[in-house]
Every structure is written in structure tokens, then in C-alpha cells.
């Protein structure tokens, strides 16, 4: 019976209602590591009421200075982007991956175009709520006259275009493209093959424990391989413009005056609460995922 569900496609706005939603759910339980996260790759930089000078600090800091609420700030902007975000990109993955499949296009190379197209498709869609979701949850560190105080993400949108334009909306989308189509094809191309291996080298059936291993697998991929360019994402998009400049002009220089300020380690900034959140939300996304998937195929398929 699992054998026959499995076999079964799911219509194409289906995986897209299913990605999204398992993204949601994923994200909502995971948000105070995005929040840390955040918080984290932005110490050291200028401007700052409070900073961090490692992980327990920054939580001290917020409970002390923002309460349990602060952990849950740009909740509303994070759910935003994985609508726009995880829905495209895992959605239109899986959809164009069972076409070019049943055309026999299954080679390596295939999958790293899939991955990296429908990742980058998905970026540029969603990089303003990404730049909202930076926003919101950066505001906790800034001193009080600097505070941006975005009430829910339409707000954030809609003052973000008003004060600096489309693009203040769009701004470090290359950034958010690069790390969204290496984020792509380390996690989805990692999970895929992590499937296969342990299918057919351990003899696993699709179930929880094979889901769990795979994404475990994938999280530690997913998480290296990206953060440095999150970290630069974040710089980026978190600045504050004077007179139309601000501190980096580019994803080149800000790299290199990251590098140059605080080191090349400072590119891996945070990287225990990325990987803290990336792992978790991985499992998370692909279990939610493969169980609905599962749920729509034996309910709603005949």
C-alpha cells in the first residue's frame, strides 16, 4: 500500500501549497535561532545600542532588555517570506525534477540546474519580506532613536518602499540570490541523494527515520556551505542609508571589510545558531513536508 502512495504524483499547485506550508511551520517553531542567528552575524558591526560578544550574552541581553517577545520579533515577516520563499523553491523543484525525470534528464548536472534556477526564481520573490525579516529582527540591538519599530511586516513593507524606494525593498538581492541558490542546491541536492544512499545501501523504507537521517545530512551541508553569504546578506540589508550611501557598496566590499575588520572567521558568524536553526527547520520542513505529501496522496488520490 506505502509502495502505491508513494508512486503517485502530486499535482504542481499542490507541491507549492505544501512546501509553503510545511516552510511556515518549520520557520514558526524555529524563529528565536533566526532571531539569535541575526543578532549574532551583526555583532561587531557599527551603530549598535547592544552588542554580543558570544551566544549567551546575546540571550541574556534580550530577556533582559527585551523580554520573552523580543525572541519572537519579525515572527509575522518570516512566515511572509516562506510563503514566497519555500513554496516557489521547493515547489517548483519538485515539479520541474518530475518532468525532467520522466524525460529520462536525471544526471547530476541536471539536478544542480534545477536546484540553483528554482532557488534563485525563488530569492527574487521574496527578498523583500527577506529584508523585512532582517529588519524587525535587528531593531532589538539598536539604540533608541535609531529604532525602525515595524508593527507587522506589511508595515515594514510598505516604509521600506516609502523611505528608500523599490529599491530599498530589493536591496541585497544579489546576496540573497547567491546564498538561495546554493542554499538549494546543498539542501535539496543533499537530501535527494542522502534518500538514496540509505535506501540503497542500508535497505531503508521511506518513513520518519529515513526523513530525519536525510535532513540531518543535509542541514550540516546546507548550513557550511551558506553561511558566509548570509552573514554578508544580513550586513547588507540590515545597514542604514546616510545621504544615499551606506557602509558597503556591494557584496564584494563588504566581504572584504568584514574580512579586513574582523577576520575571515567573522564570515561563520553565528554559525552554531545557523546551524542550531538550518538543522531543526530542515528536519522539520522535509518531515512536515513528506507527511503531507503522504496525507494528500492517500486522501485526496484515487
Not at 515572527?75 to 529520462?104: C, D, F, H, P, W
Request: with cysteine; glycine share 6%; proline share 3%.
Amino acid at each position: 500500500m506505502t509502495d502505491d502512495i508513494s508512486k503517485k504524483t502530486i499535482p504542481s499547485p499542490v507541491q507549492f501549497i505544501i512546501a509553503g506550508l510545511s516552510g511556515m511551520a518549520a520557520s514558526a517553531m524555529v524563529h528565536p535561532l533566526d532571531l539569535l542567528k541575526f543578532r549574532m552575524q551583526l555583532s561587531g558591526e557599527k551603530g549598535a545600542a547592544v552588542d554580543h560578544k558570544n551566544s549567551f550574552e546575546a540571550i541574556k541581553n534580550i530577556l533582559r532588555n527585551e523580554k520573552m517577545s523580543g525572541f519572537y520579533k519579525g515572527l509575522s515577516a518570516n512566515l511572509t517570506r516562506q510563503i514566497a520563499n519555500t513554496s516557489t523553491r521547493i515547489g517548483a523543484y519538485n515539479t520541474v525534477s518530475e518532468k525532467m525525470n520522466k524525460r529520462g534528464f536525471t544526471s547530476v548536472y541536471h539536478k544542480l540546474l534545477i536546484s540553483s534556477g528554482t532557488g534563485a526564481l525563488a530569492a527574487l520573490i521574496s527578498t523583500p519580506a527577506d529584508v523585512a525579516v532582517v529588519r524587525m529582527t535587528a531593531d532589538g540591538r539598536l539604540p533608541p532613536d535609531k529604532k525602525r519599530n515595524y508593527k507587522h511586516v506589511f508595515d515594514a513593507l510598505l516604509r521600506i518602499g516609502k523611505e528608500e524606494g523599490m529599491v530599498g525593498l530589493w536591496r541585497g538581492t544579489v546576496p540573497t540570490v547567491t546564498k538561495a541558490m546554493i542554499s538549494n542546491v546543498t539542501q535539496l541536492m543533499s537530501y535527494d541523494y542522502a534518500k538514496t544512499f540509505f535506501k540503497k545501501s542500508y535497505d531503508m523504507k521511506e518513513g520518519l527515520v529515513l526523513h530525519t537521517v536525510s535532513s540531518m545530512i543535509s542541514g550540516v551541508v546546507y548550513a557550511v556551505c551558506s553561511c558566509p553569504i548570509d552573514v554578508l546578506k544580513t550586513r547588507i540589508q540590515q545597514q542604514t542609508f546616510v545621504n544615499g550611501k551606506g557602509e558597503y557598496l556591494n557584496m564584494l566590499d563588504a566581504s572584504r571589510k568584514l574580512v579586513k575588520s574582523e577576520g575571515i572567521t567573522a564570515l561563520w558568524k553565528g554559525l552554531p545558531f545557523y546551524y542550531m536553526r538550518i538543522a531543526p527547520a530542515t528536519v522539520l520542513l522535509f518531515i512536515y513536508m513528506e507527511q503531507l505529501n503522504y496525507a494528500y496522496k492517500r486522501y485526496f488520490m484515487k
